[in-house]
């Protein structure tokens, strides 16, 4: 299984961003899709996740009501619609895919991860 992100880069605050991450390779159709997040010198928090086939997509707070997760599973990409944008959102993003199980918040209950994409917020 492999996972491509892309849609990162620099923006001024309160603007937005659309990150991408395609899924490719043998994969069910029952596995969860999680967005995490690594500012520097901070632990990987968890962002958001859907499940491919119902199921979410639910939000951490910090992120509630800005933020907005969708699927299309036609061509299996999940999109992270980042509105409001602050620079305490600055941060390297990464999708990750849980094989089994429901969306979890923690990093290490994911299998795949993909490679990440930086996204600056300015003030």
């Known amino acids: 299984v492999q996972l491509q992100a892309s849609g990162g880069g620099l923006v001024q605050a309160e603007g937005s961003l659309r990150l991408s991450c395609k899924a490719s390779?043998?994969?069910?159709?029952?596995?969860?899709v999680g967005w995490f997040r690594q500012a520097p010198g901070k632990e990987r928090e968890f962002v958001g996740g859907?499940?491919?086939?119902?199921?979410?997509?639910y939000y951490a707070d910090v992120v509630k009501g800005r933020f907005t997760i969708a699927r299309d599973n036609a061509v299996n990409t999940f999109y992270l619609q980042m509105n409001s944008l602050k620079p305490e959102d600055t941060a390297v993003y990464y999708c990750?895919?849980?094989?089994?199980?429901?969306?979890?918040?923690?990093?290490?209950?994911?299998?795949?991860w993909g490679q990440g994409t930086l996204v600056t917020v300015s003030s």
């Open positions: 990750a895919l849980r094989t089994v199980g429901l969306i979890a918040t923690m990093a290490d209950q994911y299998n795949y």
């Open positions: 390779g043998r994969t069910s159709t029952s596995y969860s």
């Open positions: 859907i499940r491919r086939s119902g199921g979410g997509p």
